[in-house]
Structure formats: structure tokens, C-alpha cells
């Protein structure tokens, strides 16, 4: 299969830099994919699992919100935090779960419900991909 | 006489001398502490780089509209300054407040209505202490800035603007030139800039076809807007992660010299000391040759 240069950057680092044959990226509009030759795409991404496949295989990571970039040169995404299946801390994403559901069911602090929220997607991604890993 | 003032001579170096332990160990920790903050902001330039470059892009696009960049009566401004959490850094609070303060003024000669946010606990005690009004002051940005700080930070930045209590937003922080050079300096958050923008544009028009082309999903505009909150927390992480790196930078000058002086002091007090005690030693000598004396 055709591969394509694909870079996964977070503000602390550059999390994935190389060539890739497919990946799987969950956006606003729902789960893309996207193959070599696509076309000049940008679009905001939500906090869920990510698919790379290359030429070794397959690899699953979460993701949190970004954007996905599609260019002539490459697909560059840009993401908040990336952790392949292996690195996440389950009990750290079912505490944050805890939480975020904790503040979701509150009704008082209807400030923090977005940013809830969006934690909660958090956590959610990072379980099913942990667990999944573990299987 | 001579006694009481070897007393105080030697109390006095060894006062100097212990300062002198803590200006080298702040001297030692700021080295190290600027040495993280340099290898934070390099990691974060490549996110930030492509980040800007898919904003500019955006921009390029026909027709393009957003609250970000309409320009309007600007009649309150926010701005934000970034300073330290301590003091003992040279000139460092004292130049970026000063140019926050030049700023301020200015502005309102102008007619405006200024609101402060200050970050770091340095800047909300100065403005704090000179009345101004104060959008929020819960932001003592410590060493450990994690990117979801500065996304809360620039959340609550841009609700302001969304509900039109400002319509500009200013950013004043020091930035990070060399070791020895650390500049006070201020740019524009929001709106955002198109000028230079525009210069692209004008300059390979054919360039802007081919981004035309790009496909925005669902669409430019609203690309743009979920971009804004990560550009801005960027700008905010990458300022806040320079404005401490030209902290530590600060420090580490500022003890430096300290140390040194210490240094200085501790060396003509020894000779002070010395004579001193030479002094003495030799009034006692007098005193017995002279009792010898009386005694033959």
C-alpha cells in the first residue's frame, strides 16, 4: 500500500514522525480515514481513538482535541495530548471520569459543564483504547 | 574600642558570607531552571509553527468571516501582563510593570477603558496596590505550566471578548533574547491581525488560489473558530514559557553580580579585619613593654 508522511504533534513534543500507510481519526463530523493522495483537508478533531497503520502493522493511541491537516506535503495532526495504547494511566482516566461525571451531574456548576465535558471525552477515549490493549 | 569592632567586623563577614551561599545557590538553581524552560519552548515551536501556518491559511480563504478579526469601536482594551511569581531578578518585574504601565497610559489618553490581567503574582500585587480594575486575579502562573493551564487561561480571555466586555485584547511580557538580554514587550491578541496576512496574499495571489481548494469541514469558518482557543493558549503558553525563561535568565544575572559582590565585601572586610586585629595586637604589646618599663 502507498504510504504517506504523517507527523502527530503535541505542544510538549513531537509524538509521532514517519511514514504511515492508513489512519483512522475521530473529527466533529465523525470517524475519517484517510489513504495517501488525499486532498488538501482541514478539519477540528474530538477527543477519541486514533488508528495509524504502516507497514509494521497497526498501532492504536487517544487522542484529545486538535485539528487534522491534510497537505501536499504530508498529514500533520495537531493535538492537545497523544499517548499510545501502552502508556496510558487507567486509573488516572477512570479518576478523571469519576470526576467529570461528578461535575455533569451537578447541575450548580453549569460554567464548568463544557470543559467537563470535554474531560470526560478524555477519559472515555483513553479507557476503551486501554482496555481494549489489554484484551 | 578596637575589641568591639573586630566583633562586628566578623560578624559582619560572616553575614555577608552566608548571603553569599544563598545568591550562588539561586544563581545554581536559575541556571537549571532556565536550561527547562529552554528546552520547553523549543518542544512546543513545531505545534505552534503549524498551528499559525493553518490559521494564516484560513484567513486566505474568499470570504472568509469571524468575530475573531472584525475590528470594531475598540472601546476597552484588556491587557494582560505576564511577570514573575518572586522578586531577586534584576530589573526584570520592574521593566516589564513599567512598560505595562507606559501602556495603560497611553491607551487611556487615547480614551479608552483599560482592564488588567495580571499573571503572576508580582503583577497582581502592583496593580492591586494601584487601583486598577482587575479582570481576574486567581492567575499566579508558577514554574509547572501545563497546556491545559493556559487553555483555562485563554478560555477565560476569550469569554470576555465573545460577551464584548473588551474588544481588544494586549499582551505585555518579557521575552527571552540571550542570557543577558531580556526585553519587555507587548503585542496584539485580539482581534486578530490580518495585515500581514494580506501582504501574502497581495504578494502570490496564485498561491491563494491553491489554498482555495483546500476542503474545510464543515467549514472555513468554523475551523477557525475551534482553532482560536488552541492558538491562543499557544501564544499565552509560549509567552509565559519565555517570559520564565528571561526570569531565570534575570536571576541568574542579578545573583550573579550579587555573588560577586559579596565577594568584594567579604575581601575588604578581611583587610579591615586584619588591621584591626594587627591594631590590637599591637596596643597590647605596647601596654605590656610599657608596664615591663614602669616595672624596672
Known amino acids: 500500500m502507498k504510504s504517506y508522511k504523517l507527523k502527530i504533534v503535541t505542544p510538549e513534543k513531537t509524538f509521532f514522525d514517519g511514514e504511515a500507510e492508513q489512519i483512522t ?8 480515514g484517510i489513504l495517501a493522495n488525499h486532498i488538501r483537508y482541514v478539519c477540528n478533531i474530538v477527543a477519541g481513538p486514533l488508528r495509524v497503520k504502516d507497514a509494521s502493522g497497526e498501532r492504536e493511541a487517544a487522542l484529545s482535541e486538535g485539528i487534522l491537516k491534510v497537505s501536499d506535503k504530508g498529514v500533520t495532526v495537531l493535538v492537545s495530548t497523544a499517548e499510545w495504547a501502552d502508556e496510558i494511566d487507567l486509573e488516572r482516566a477512570e479518576r478523571a471520569k469519576q470526576k467529570a461525571e461528578d461535575i455533569l451531574s451537578n447541575k450548580s456548576r453549569a460554567d464548568e459543564f463544557e470543559r467537563a465535558e470535554i474531560k470526560l471525552k478524555r477519559a472515555l477515549a483513553r479507557i476503551s483504547i486501554s482496555e481494549k490493549y489489554r484484551l | 574600642m578596637a575589641t568591639a569592632n573586630i566583633k562586628d567586623v566578623k560578624r559582619r563577614i560572616k553575614s555577608v558570607e552566608s548571603t553569599m551561599l544563598i545568591t550562588k545557590a539561586m544563581e545554581l538553581v536559575a541556571t537549571s531552571k532556565l536550561r527547562g524552560a529552554k528546552e520547553k519552548a ?7 509553527s503549524t498551528l499559525y501556518e493553518t490559521m494564516c491559511e484560513i484567513q486566505q480563504d474568499r470570504g472568509f468571516k469571524s468575530i475573531y478579526t472584525k475590528k470594531e469601536f475598540l472601546k476597552t482594551v484588556l491587557v494582560v501582563v505576564l511577570a514573575g511569581d518572586r522578586g531577586l531578578a534584576g530589573g526584570f518585574n520592574h521593566n516589564v510593570l513599567k512598560l505595562a504601565e507606559e501602556k495603560i497610559k497611553s491607551l487611556e489618553k487615547d480614551g479608552r477603558t483599560v482592564i488588567v490581567f495580571p499573571i503572576g503574582k508580582k503583577a497582581v500585587e502592583y496593580f492591586e496596590k494601584r ?3 482587575i479582570y481576574n486575579k486567581e492567575y499566579q502562573i508558577s514554574d509547572n505550566l501545563t497546556m ?3 487553555l483555562r487561561l485563554s478560555d477565560s480571555i476569550i469569554s470576555g471578548f465573545r460577551k464584548g466586555i473588551y474588544d ?3 499582551l505585555v511580557y518579557t521575552t527571552f533574547v540571550s542570557t543577558l538580554t531580556q526585553n519587555a514587550v507587548s503585542l496584539t491578541v485580539l482581534p486578530i491581525e490580518s495585515k500581514d496576512l494580506k501582504d501574502k496574499e497581495q504578494a502570490d495571489t496564485d498561491k491563494s488560489k491553491k489554498t482555495a481548494l483546500t476542503l474545510y469541514e464543515p467549514s472555513a469558518e468554523e475551523v477557525f473558530d475551534g482553532l482560536i482557543p488552541r492558538y491562543i493558549s499557544g501564544l499565552l503558553f509560549c509567552s509565559i514559557t519565555d517570559s520564565y525563561a528571561a526570569e531565570q535568565a ?4 542579578a545573583m550573579e553580580s550579587a555573588s560577586d559582590n559579596a565577594n568584594e565585601m567579604i575581601e575588604s572586610l578581611s583587610l579591615l579585619y586584619n588591621r584591626a586585629r594587627q591594631a590590637q595586637i599591637t596596643q597590647e604589646l605596647n601596654e605590656i613593654v610599657a608596664g615591663q618599663m614602669g616595672n624596672n
Open chain 1, 25 to 32: 481519526i475521530r473529527t466533529t463530523e465523525g470517524d475519517i
Open chain 2, 42 to 48: 523549543v518542544a512546543s515551536q513545531p505545534y505552534f
Open chain 2, 168 to 170: 481588544k485584547v494586549e
Open chain 2, 250 to 253: 534575570a536571576r541568574r544575572t
Open chain 2, 148 to 150: 491545559s493551564k493556559a
Open chain 2, 131 to 133: 487601583k486598577y480594575e
